[in-house]
């Protein structure tokens, strides 16, 4: 499975959007980026993913460069209750779906 | 609307033990995992199964031991618990078609363990 890098950590003011960057630059062809995050003393819970399209759901969006290199994980309006550490995966179709974390980035949201 | 639980939310236990932890999902998955979260380390996969009694070792299944009987139940099993194992321990599910496309993982809300 693919590395991926995160920037440690990053604010937001509440009510804007929040752009978390992810770096997968040995991302292969059929590995696909998916995107976690775990707001204190819970589980991980599956935000999005996606393989080589823009996806947008109810959460958020998720935009991956034509070279498949990079994502950015976007929340468009940031509350309070986005604060959390998010998580960059790239998965490979043949690992069982085994999710490699990282560190992540720690978002805050100030209000 | 519960999908993944986890028997115990705050374990306490003495070392030496046999603990078990235990892990239910109600989604018909066929995968399920077991991580350990520590500060500063992250999750880490100990054990997972992808199918009834199959189970593959992560990457620290050092001191621990799976059991998946039934589709729905992965327990995991600490055989002499020891202090290094106080953790906080995830389960996840997800099905094979999850691996690359689908809807990911779903987790539980973790055990937290402290041994003594």
């Known amino acids: 499975d693919a590395k991926t890098t995160q920037p440690p950590s990053m604010d937001c003011a509440e009510g804007r959007a929040a752009n978390l960057p992810c770096n997968h630059s040995?991302?292969?062809?059929?590995?696909?980026v998916y995107w976690y995050r775990q707001i204190h003393s819970q589980g991980p819970q599956y935000i999005i993913h996606?393989?080589?399209n823009n996806e947008t759901n109810e959460m958020a969006s998720l935009i991956i460069t034509e070279d498949r290199k990079s994502s950015t994980l976007i929340l468009p309006h940031a509350t309070l209750r986005d604060t959390a550490v998010y998580y960059c995966i790239g998965v490979g179709g043949t690992s069982y779906g085994k999710l490699t974390f990282g560190q992540g980035t720690i978002l805050t949201v100030h209000p | 609307d519960v999908k993944v639980t986890q028997s115990s939310r705050y374990l306490v236990k003495r070392t030496g033990e046999k603990v078990f932890l235990e892990c239910v999902q109600d989604?018909?998955?066929?995968?399920m995992f077991w991580y350990r979260q520590d500060p500063g380390l992250g999750l880490r996969l100990i054990y997972f199964?992808?199918?009834?009694?199959?189970?593959e070792k992560g990457d620290i299944p050092e001191g621990y031991s799976v059991s998946r009987e039934k589709k729905e139940r992965f327990s995991l099993i600490l055989e002499s618990a020891s202090t290094n194992q106080t953790s906080m321990y995830l389960c996840?599910?997800?099905?094979?078609?999850?691996?690359?496309?689908?809807?990911?993982?779903?987790f539980g809300s973790g055990t937290r363990l402290t041994v003594v």
């Open positions: 199964s992808y199918d009834v009694k199959m189970k």
């Open positions: 989604m018909d998955h066929e995968n």
């Open positions: 040995t991302i292969s062809g059929n590995e696909y």
């Open positions: 996606g393989l080589k």
């Open positions: 996840a599910s997800s099905s094979p078609g999850t691996g690359g496309r689908g809807y990911g993982y779903t």
